[in-house]
């Protein structure tokens, strides 16, 4: 006798049935916890010349570990500003009004700029929407992307330039050994069309020259 299984139901993303359950589950031990982040009755706004413009009116959050969470408004609705005060990125006119705004349990509005930039990075980072204007034109991606890791990791020059290259590597970056060498106008001309031509010259210009001679290189320089 011969019995046909049918394949278990799956929903719009693929996921089985059993799957869905088990994310719901790990949800709902998540939730159990408390939330990463806090936010509570925030308001921010901006100091111009006819007085304090409001932007960010009462607003209130939490996230918890693994959940993601979208804020959807029209543009210049404070969507960016929300994210701006989170990461004690607001401009010099921009001040919090009210409210709170808690890391793990740590108030983070009134901490020294000493303390921000030690969680900058370590514990919560901002991912801008134009990735080509988030890196310094005028530095080697390495060197950027590997100041981060001894800073907040304490481990030497060296180290951090190899875990740099990894990570280049594991984001799906091309040529990842020679990437980080580039300043970012030979990268993001490498990334976005050399891609394709891997397998022909790449020509890579002045830009990577000069990103040859940087003194802190691996290669060049002390750890």
Request: charged share 25%; with cysteine; net charge positive.
């Given at each position: 006798?011969r019995?046909?299984v049918?394949?278990?139901?799956?929903?719009?993303h693929?996921?089985?049935l059993?799957?869905?359950a088990?994310?719901?589950?790990?949800?709902e031990?998540?939730?159990?916890?408390?939330?990463v982040?806090?936010?509570?009755?925030?308001?921010?706004?901006y100091?111009t010349r006819e007085?304090?413009?409001?932007?960010v009116?009462?607003?209130?959050?939490h996230?918890?570990?693994?959940?993601t969470?979208?804020?959807?408004?029209?543009?210049?609705c404070g969507?960016?500003?929300l994210?701006?005060?989170v990461?004690?990125?607001?401009?010099e006119?921009?001040?919090?009004?009210a409210?709170?705004?808690?890391?793990?349990?740590?108030?983070?509005i009134?901490?020294?700029?000493?303390?921000?930039?030690?969680?900058?990075?370590?514990?919560?980072?901002?991912?801008?929407?134009?990735p080509?204007?988030?890196?310094?034109?005028?530095?080697s991606?390495?060197?950027?992307v590997?100041?981060?890791y001894q800073?907040?990791?304490?481990?030497?020059w060296?180290?951090?330039?190899r875990?740099?290259?990894?990570m280049?590597?594991r984001?799906?970056?091309?040529?990842?050994?020679?990437?980080p060498?580039?300043?970012w106008?030979a990268?993001?001309?490498?990334?976005?069309?050399?891609?394709?031509?891997?397998?022909?010259?790449t020509?890579y210009?002045?830009a990577?020259?000069r990103?040859?001679?940087?003194?802190?290189?691996?290669d060049?320089?002390?750890?």
């Amino acid at each position: 006798m011969r019995t046909n299984v049918l394949p278990p139901s799956r929903d719009a993303h693929g996921r089985t049935l059993a799957k869905r359950a088990d994310d719901a589950a790990r949800r709902e031990d998540t939730r159990a916890e408390p939330p990463v982040l806090v936010i509570d009755h925030l308001s921010v706004a901006y100091a111009t010349r006819e007085g304090l413009v409001k932007v960010v009116h009462d607003v209130s959050l939490h996230v918890h570990s693994g959940e993601t969470l979208g804020i959807v408004g029209e543009s210049g609705c404070g969507k960016s500003t929300l994210a701006y005060a989170v990461m004690g990125y607001l401009a010099e006119n921009g001040q919090i009004t009210a409210g709170s705004i808690r890391l793990r349990g740590r108030e983070l509005i009134g901490l020294p700029p000493g303390e921000l930039r030690r969680l900058r990075g370590a514990r919560m980072a901002m991912v801008y929407q134009d990735p080509a204007t988030a890196l310094n034109p005028s530095m080697s991606v390495g060197v950027q992307v590997a100041e981060a890791y001894q800073t907040h990791s304490g481990v030497s020059w060296r180290d951090a330039w190899r875990r740099a290259v990894q990570m280049l590597g594991r984001v799906g970056l091309p040529d990842p050994e020679r990437l980080p060498a580039l300043r970012w106008a030979a990268a993001a001309c490498r990334y976005r069309h050399g891609a394709d031509q891997q397998s022909g010259p790449t020509h890579y210009g002045r830009a990577d020259y000069r990103a040859r001679r940087d003194h802190r290189s691996p290669d060049l320089g002390p750890d």
